[in-house]
C-alpha cells in the first residue's frame, strides 16, 4: 500500500499508452508489410518482364542473322547457272567457272553476318569447294560425310549444329573454346528430291554467341534445339551439351504455348524458368533465375519500406505517448491527490489501478460527508432546542432572536406564533411511575414531532418540567390559528394516555407573547 500512495504505480497510464501505440503502429506494420508484399510481386513481375524482354531481343538479334544467310544463300543455290554447275566435274579447263563460283561464295560472306565459310558440294561429279579452294570426293571418309547429310533431316533446309568435319568446317571450329559451328545446310536443287549436292554456310557459335544481348553476363540464358542440345551459350564448354535429360528441360519442349513462365526445383534452388519457342527453326530461347536472386531486386524497396515505415512508426510512438500524457493529465492529478493525502485506509483492499483508487476515495468522501451531514442536523436539532428553551425563558433579546432564526435556518416568513406548553398532572392509575416523568415528556416530544407537519411548528423542547413547542402561522388568520392550535392541544392530550394539562399563548409577527 505505502508504495502505491507514493505514486509508484501508475497502471492505467500504461494501458493507455500501450493502447495508443498499438492503435498506430498495427496499421503502420500492416501497411508496410502489405506494401513491401507488393513492391516485391511488383520487382519480380518486372524482372519477369525484363526476362521476356531479353529473350525476345536475343530471339530477334539471332534470328536476323541467321535469316539474312538463309535467304540469301536460297536466292544463290536456286539460279540455274549454280544448280548447272553441279554437273560440272570442273576440271582445270574451267577454271573460269569455278572463280565465278567462288566469287559467289565470297560474296554472300561479305554480309555481317558471321559467316566464316562457305561449302557447296556436287553428288553426281564428286567434288566440293569452300573458301579453301576445290576438292575431290575420292575419299571413304569425304564420301561418308556427303552422303550423312541426305539421311540427317527429311527438311531439304535446315539448321544444326555440328563441329568441324572433313567435308565443313572453320577455322575458328579447330580452337578449344570454339569447337561447335553452327551450319546451314541445303539439299540442291531446293525443290526436287533427286538430290545433287548440297550448300553449307558456317558460323562459328563463338561468334554467334556475341550477338546475344549482354552475352557476357548471360550464364542463366541458353537456345536449345528440338533434341535439348545447347545450341548456344555464353559459357562454349556447355556449347554441343544435352539437356534432354532434365526434367525442367522436358517441361520446356513439352509446352505448347509459344512463350511463358513457370517455377522448377534444380539442386533444392527455386528457379523461375522464362521460355521462348521459334517459328523459324523450332528452336527454344529460355533463361533460369533463382528465386533468391529475383527478391534481391525488391531488396532496396524493401529497405526503403522499411525506413519509411520506422520513421513513421517512431513518430506515431511520439505523438502516442504525448497523446497519453495529454489525456491521462486530468486522472493523473486526481489520482495524484488522493494518494498524496492517504485517501485509502489500511484495513482496505490495495487498488488495482487509478481508477480503483479514485472511486474508492470518492466513496469514502462521501460516507464522510454523509456522517458529517448527519452530525450537522443532529448539532442543529439540539441548538434549535437550547434555542427554543432560551426563548421560552425570556432569556434572548429581539436582535438575538432574529439572528438566531436566520442562523439556524427557522422559518422566518410566519405571521402568527402560539406557543403550545403541556404539563403532566398526575400518574395515578398508569403503569408509569414519577421516575418515569422525563421520559414521558421526552415521549410527548416525538408525538408531536410526528402528528403536527414540520412547517407548522419549531422544534419541540422541554423546560421545566414541561414540554413546549412553539407552533407557526403563515397564512391564516388569528382566529383559524386558534382554532387550529386548540384542536391540536385536545389532540395531544388524547393521543399522550396520560393526565396533563395544556396551556397556549399567541404572538404577532412582531413580539411574542407567554
Known sequence: ???????????????LITFFCLLS?????????????????????????????????????????????????THYVSSP???????????????????????????????????????????????????????????????????????????RSYWTLEENNHLISTKEGTAENCRYNINLIKQLPLNSTNTKGLAAASIPSCSLVKNMPGYSNANNLFIIDE?????????????????????????????TAN?????????????KVTYQKSDYNAWTYFSLVSLPELKKEAKSIGWITFAVCLILLTLSLLFSWLGSRHFYKPIRVLYESFARHGA????????????????????????????????????????????????????????????????????????????????????????????????????????????????????PAVVDKQQATILINQSGTKEEFMAELNETARMIQEKAEVSCSCLSASASASRLMC
Open 227 to 255: 533434341k535439348g542440345l545447347i545450341i548456344l551459350h555464353n559459357n562454349m564448354s556447355d556449347v554441343g551439351e544435352s539437356l534432354h535429360n532434365d526434367g525442367f528441360v522436358q517441361k520446356v519442349l513439352a509446352q
Open 259 to 271: 512463350s511463358g513462365q513457370f517455377e522448377t526445383v534444380i539442386d533444392r534452388i527455386h528457379y
Open 344 to 459: 485509502i485506509q489500511e484495513k482496505q483492499q490495495p487498488p488495482q489501478n487509478e481508477f480503483e483508487l479514485i472511486e474508492q476515495s470518492f466513496k469514502q468522501l462521501k460516507d464522510r460527508n454523509d456522517d458529517l451531514e448527519e452530525t450537522m442536523k443532529q448539532q442543529a436539532t439540539h441548538l434549535q432546542q437550547y434555542f427554543m428553551v432560551r426563548l421560552m425563558l425570556g432569556k434572548l433579546t429581539d436582535e438575538e432572536v432574529d439572528n438566531r432564526f436566520e442562523s439556524l435556518g427557522l422559518k422566518q416568513n410566519w405571521r402568527h406564533l402560539a406557543l403550545l406548553v403541556l404539563q403532566i398532572d398526575t400518574l395515578n392509575h398508569t403503569p408509569y411511575e414519577k421516575k418515569d416523568m422525563d421520559l414521558l415528556l421526552f415521549a410527548v416530544n416525538s408525538l408531536i414531532e410526528r402528528n403536527i407537519p414540520t412547517d407548522k411548528h419549531l422544534a
Open 1 to 15: 500500500m505505502g508504495g502505491f500512495m507514493k505514486r509508484s504505480q501508475y497502471k492505467f497510464y500504461y494501458k
Open 81 to 155: 547457272p549454280l544448280l548447272r554447275t553441279l554437273s560440272e566435274p570442273l576440271h582445270s579447263d574451267q577454271f573460269q567457272i569455278y572463280n565465278q563460283v567462288n566469287q559467289e561464295l565470297n560474296y554472300l560472306q561479305s554480309f555481317d553476318t558471321d559467316l566464316s565459310n562457305m561449302t557447296l558440294v556436287s553428288y553426281t561429279k564428286k567434288w566440293y569447294m569452300n573458301n579453301s579452294g576445290l576438292y575431290r570426293l575420292n575419299t571413304d571418309t569425304l564420301h561418308e560425310a556427303a552422303s550423312a547429310y541426305t539421311k540427317q533431316k527429311a527438311s
Open 25 to 73: 503502429t498495427i496499421p503502420v506494420i500492416l501497411v508496410g508489410l502489405f506494401s513491401y508484399e507488393h513492391s516485391q510481386k511488383t520487382a519480380i513481375s518486372n524482372v519477369s518482364e525484363e526476362k521476356f524482354d531479353t529473350l525476345q531481343q536475343t530471339q530477334q538479334s539471332i534470328e536476323h542473322i541467321l535469316k539474312t544467310v538463309d535467304h540469301s544463300l
